[in-house]
T-cell receptor
Framework: GENVEQHPSTLSVQEGDSAVIKCTYS??????FPWYKQELGKGPQLIID?????GEKKDQRIAVTLNKTAKHFSLHITETQPEDSAVYFC???????????????FGQGTILTVHP | GAVVSQHPSWVICKSGTSVKIECRSL??????MFWYRQFPKQSLMLMAT?????????EQGVEKDKFLINHASLTLSTLTVTSAHPEDSSFYIC??????????????FGPGTRLTVL
C-alpha cells in the first residue's frame, strides 16, 4: 500500500520567515495530494491540495509543489504568522472520480511553531 | 462550504460499555465517509471506509466486531465502540466526500470526538 514520509517532524521559524515541509510517497498511482492544518483538539482542515496533472499551486501565502518523477511534494508558507502555528499533515490518495472513494494516507505530521 | 459535524465532541465511559459516535454531513450528501483514529502526537490512521447502504470496509488490524459502523443515510454515519477498554481511548475523527460536488477528491473532516475509557 501507499506510504507517505513527512519531514521535518518539528519546525520553528521567526514571524515573517518562510516554512517548507516536504513529503515523499511510494505509490506512483497516487494522484491527489492534500495538505491539512490541525489545531489542538480539532479536526484537520484542508489548506491546499494538488492533483497529479499540475506541478504547482498557490493560494496567497501558501503554495504546494509536486514532482511526480521523484514522488515528492512540498508545502511552502511565506510570511509566516503566529497563527500559522499548528500541526501540518500531508496526505496522498488514488482517486478515480465520481462516486468512487479514495483512501487518504497521511504523513507523520510537522509541528510548526512561529515565534513573534 | 461543506460542513461535517460529530457528536458527541467528548465522552467518558466505563470499561466494558459501548459508545456511539455520530458523523453528519450538514450541507451535502456523502455516499462515502471515513473513520480515523488519532492517538496523542500521532498521525491519523484510517480505520474504515463507510459506504451508504452497504457494509463498511475495514483496514487491516481493525476489528470489525469491535468498531461497528453504520451508514444508513447519505448524511449520517455512526461508529460504535463496543466493550470499550482503556486502550480504545483516542481521538476519533470522521470525514466525508461530497459525492456529487465539483471537488470530488476532497474529504471534509469533522471536529473529532475525544473518547476516554476509564
Amino acid at each position: 500500500g501507499e506510504n507517505v514520509e513527512q519531514h521535518p517532524s518539528t519546525l520553528s521559524v521567526q514571524e515573517g520567515d518562510s516554512a517548507v515541509i516536504k513529503c515523499t510517497y511510494s505509490d506512483s498511482a497516487s494522484n491527489y495530494f492534500p495538505w491539512y492544518k490541525q489545531e489542538l483538539g480539532k479536526g484537520p482542515q484542508l489548506i491546499i491540495d494538488i492533483r497529479s496533472n499540475v506541478g504547482e499551486k498557490k493560494d496567497q501565502r501558501i503554495a504546494v509543489t509536486l514532482n511526480k518523477t521523484a514522488k515528492h511534494f512540498s508545502l511552502h508558507i511565506t510570511e509566516t504568522q503566529p497563527e500559522d502555528s499548528a500541526v501540518y499533515f500531508c496526505a496522498a490518495s488514488i482517486n478515480a472520480g465520481g462516486t468512487s472513494y479514495g483512501k487518504l494516507t497521511f504523513g507523520q505530521g510537522t509541528i510548526l511553531t512561529v515565534h513573534p | 462550504g461543506a460542513v461535517v459535524s460529530q457528536h458527541p465532541s467528548w465522552v467518558i465511559c466505563k470499561s466494558g460499555t459501548s459508545v456511539k459516535i455520530e458523523c453528519r454531513s450538514l450541507d451535502f450528501q456523502a455516499t462515502t465517509m471515513f473513520w480515523y483514529r488519532q492517538f496523542p502526537k500521532q498521525s491519523l490512521m484510517l480505520m474504515a471506509t463507510s459506504n451508504e447502504g452497504s457494509k463498511a470496509t475495514y483496514e487491516q488490524g481493525v476489528e470489525k466486531d469491535k468498531f461497528l459502523i453504520n451508514h444508513a443515510s447519505l448524511t449520517l454515519s455512526t461508529l460504535t465502540v463496543t466493550s470499550a477498554h482503556p486502550e480504545d481511548s483516542s481521538f476519533y475523527i470522521c470525514s466525508a466526500r461530497d459525492s456529487w460536488g465539483s471537488s470530488y477528491n476532497e474529504q471534509f473532516f469533522g471536529p473529532g470526538t475525544r473518547l476516554t475509557v476509564l
